[in-house]
């Protein structure tokens, strides 16, 4: 059973950065894409970013396009989510996710779906203050 482990939110001011980190506990990464999403009380799962472990194709949302960056590293079997230009909209809970593996197969909009991947972390708070 693959755990996943969320580190790095925070408090931070609009415009400060944080750096998200999700760890593999117990197997290695076996994903076909792992991917970002977050989630405001009271509201749906947002897709943030996702990254095919073994290509690197990398997917954002388009409100995330420029200020974040997935990026993935085998060999410490992590998968990183750097965020820069925070906002206050950014807060939310950050969860980190893992799909199914090869021969299960993703591309474009079809790795944004909260539904095609079957490992989540427990989250990591992030707050954006003014």
């Known amino acids: 059973q693959v755990q996943l482990i969320e580190s790095g939110g925070g408090l931070v001011q609009a415009g400060g950065s944080l750096r998200l980190s999700c760890a593999s506990s117990?197997?290695?990464?076996?994903?076909?894409?792992m991917g970002w999403f977050r989630q405001v009380p009271g509201k749906e799962r947002e897709f943030v970013a996702a990254?095919?472990?073994?290509?690197?194709?990398?997917y954002y949302a388009d409100s995330m396009k420029g200020r974040f960056t997935i990026s993935r590293d085998i060999a410490k079997n992590e998968v990183d989510l750097q965020m820069i230009s925070l906002k206050t909209e950014d807060t939310a809970i950050y969860y980190c996710?893992?799909?199914?593996?090869?021969?299960?197969?993703?591309?474009?909009?079809?790795?944004?779906?909260?539904?095609?991947?079957?490992?989540w972390g427990q989250g990591t708070q992030v707050t954006v203050s003014p």
């Open positions: 117990g197997r290695p990464f076996n994903s076909y894409a």
């Open positions: 996710a893992g799909t199914a593996p090869s021969p299960y197969y993703c591309s474009g909009s079809g790795c944004y779906d909260a539904d095609e991947y079957m490992y």
């Open positions: 990254i095919t472990w073994s290509g690197g194709t990398t």
